[in-house]
T-cell receptor, first 113, second 110 residues
Framework: NAGVTQTPKFQVLKTGQSMTLQCAQDMNHNSMYWYRQDPGMGLRLIYY???????DKGEVPNGYNVSRLNKREFSLRLESAAPSQTSVYFC????????????FGSGTRLTVV | DAKTTQPNSMESNEEEPVHLPCNHS???????IHWYRQLPSQGPEYVIH???SNVNNRMASLAIAEDRKSSTLILHRATLRDAAVYYC???????????FGTGTKLQVIP
């Protein structure tokens, strides 16, 4: 099925560990996004990529890095995980030319202990 | 960035229509109004969007005020599967820093 695929679905890290969240889309979308959602909160934009080779900071970029590997893939890296980064992470993609909606992945639930 | 305001929660009886309001008094002329919903433990799902005219699709209808400062998502017959958090956002196209607020949590009562 076409859509946005995120891996892993669940992860537990110890404080200070690093990890990369993977995201891939097969809809030929130009733009990709990483959001985080804390319990009882809305989604906040971490980073986004307008097109292959470009990335920009969103609302809450501190503690994260991203890589737009190619048009399909957009990864999010935590270099030194902190308990404050415990959250559910969503990747999304969109085609900005037609103003249609975002397509979201099913999320990665990350716990930092 | 233009902001939206939604009630925190609403209730509806099953098989009755639901009208979910959204205020966006600072909307600009190029902003499209988008609605998403998020079912428990899932990512948000696109529902509908519009610019000036009312819109209908298989999931819902979107009614946009003439001055565009408010809109209403209409679910014609609520089902238990419609219980979700509904988000109203403004999007001008391109790569804006769109942030989703806390949305409206819809409870559907059997």
């Amino acid at each position: 099925n076409a859509g946005v695929t995120q891996t892993p679905k669940f992860q537990v890290l110890k404080t200070g560990q690093s990890m990369t969240l993977q995201c891939a889309q097969d809809m030929n979308h130009n733009s990709m996004y990483w959001y985080r959602q804390d319990p009882g909160m809305g989604l906040r934009l971490i980073y986004y990529s307008a097109s292959e080779g470009t990335t920009d900071k969103g609302e809450v970029p501190n503690g994260y890095n991203v890589s737009r590997l190619n048009k399909r893939e957009f990864s999010l890296r935590l270099e030194s995980a902190a308990p404050s980064q415990t959250s559910v992470y969503f990747c999304a993609s969109s085609d900005p030319r037609d103003r249609d909606g975002y397509t979201f992945g099913s999320g990665t639930r990350l716990t930092v202990v | 960035d233009a902001k939206t305001t939604q009630p925190n929660s609403m209730e509806s009886n099953e098989e009755e229509p639901v009208h979910l309001p959204c205020n966006h008094s600072t909307i600009s002329g190029t902003d499209y109004i988008h609605w998403y919903r998020q079912l428990p433990s899932q990512g948000p799902e696109y529902v509908i969007h519009g610019l000036t005219s009312n819109v209908n699709n298989r999931m819902a209808s979107l009614a946009i005020a003439e001055d565009r400062k408010s809109s209403t998502l209409i679910l014609h017959r609520a089902t238990l599967r419609d219980a979700a958090v509904y988000y109203c956002i403004l999007r001008a196209g391109g790569y804006q820093k769109v942030t989703f607020g806390t949305g409206t949590k819809l409870q559907v009562i059997p």
